[in-house]
């Protein structure tokens, strides 16, 4: 099971067995928009709302967020607009 937005282990892996030279062009470029949207979803998603598959998937992927903030939360925080005042600097 996966996150949402996210790409399950089992179609990455199965994306990852097939050699590029046996995959049509169509092929090849649906598994580089999912590979890349995986990375931008994991990326955007803080580790602590991940569940422990993709936390484990992303790991060996390399596409392990190692802050604890969310690309959206940063981007508030950057523009002043994070009203969470619980908070700290």
Do not use: C, F, H
């Amino acid at each position: 099971m996966s996150d949402t937005g996210r790409q399950s282990l089992t179609d990455k892996a199965g994306a990852a067995i097939k050699p590029d030279s046996q995959k049509s062009y169509l092929e090849q470029g649906t598994d580089m928009l999912k590979g890349k949207a995986d990375s931008a979803a994991s990326t955007g998603q803080p580790e602590s709302q991940k569940s422990w598959t993709q936390q484990a998937g992303d790991a060996v992927s390399g596409n392990k967020n190692d802050n604890q903030e969310s690309l959206m939360g940063r981007a508030k925080d950057a523009l002043g607009m994070n009203q969470d005042t619980t908070r700290k600097p």
